[in-house]
């Protein structure tokens, strides 16, 4: 737990930003419907919704929750040292950033507000993996962070090779994620397709990097 202790006052700030959708939501309370959108569908179509109270309080608690597990799961890994202090500081960003951004986008749909989903989603995710892309080839061992499979965490080496590959891959990949959300070339099959091959070509190099220099 000393990653923990270490960060307890970063911890307890990422907590409580985390939570800001409920102070807001308390604020708009009388503004607000009685049954809100929490979730659209292909479209930008609204698919799902919840009571207002579920909202403004049960979202924002479930990622703290989700962010404390994270917090502890995290300082818990038995490979921790290959997880760097800017590592863990941005893997504790997620969810206070997720929150934020649900907050805004529940309330601002709520209150009539002009949103597009499908290219706020695209946007925030192109941009996480953008993130990802840049610190993958830094990472180390672990079994927190990372392309966690077989061969990459038996052999340190494949996991470096791999995880440079895949930085190399998922920059590019986020930034056309982003472009993509205003040009809307090829609708969610080119979400789809990006994903598949951000997963399948680091998997697929990882596993002939270790058919090659198996030594049995």
Known sequence: ???????????????????????????LWQKLPE????????????????SRG??????????????????V?????????????????LLLLVCPVVSLLCGITIYGYALSMDINMEIFIEV???LVFV???????????????????PWTLDDEEN?????????????PCGLFLMMNAFLNIGGTWVFFVVFV????????????YYVRHRKD
């Open 73 to 89: 799961s995290t300082a818990l890994d038995p490979k921790r040292k290959g997880i760097s202090g800017k590592v863990f500081k």
């Open 124 to 126: 925030f995710v192109g």
């Open 1 to 27: 737990m000393e990653k923990l202790r270490e960060n307890k006052g970063y911890v307890i700030v990422t907590s409580l930003i985390t939570l800001v959708p409920m102070l807001a939501g308390i604020l």
């Open 131 to 149: 993130i990802a892309g840049n610190y993958l080839p830094k990472s180390r061992q672990n079994y927190t962070v990372g392309i966690k499979i």
């Open 54 to 71: 579920f909202a403004v309080f049960g979202l924002p608690v479930f990622c703290m929750v989700c962010h404390l597990i994270c917090a």
């Open 35 to 50: 049954r809100m959108v929490t979730h659209w569908g292909a479209g930008n179509i609204p698919n799902g919704w919840s």
């Open 159 to 171: 996991w470096n090779r791999t995880h440079r590959l895949a930085g190399w891959i998922w920059m």
């Open 197 to 208: 091959v951000m997963i399948l070509v680091p998997v697929g190099y990882s596993f002939a």
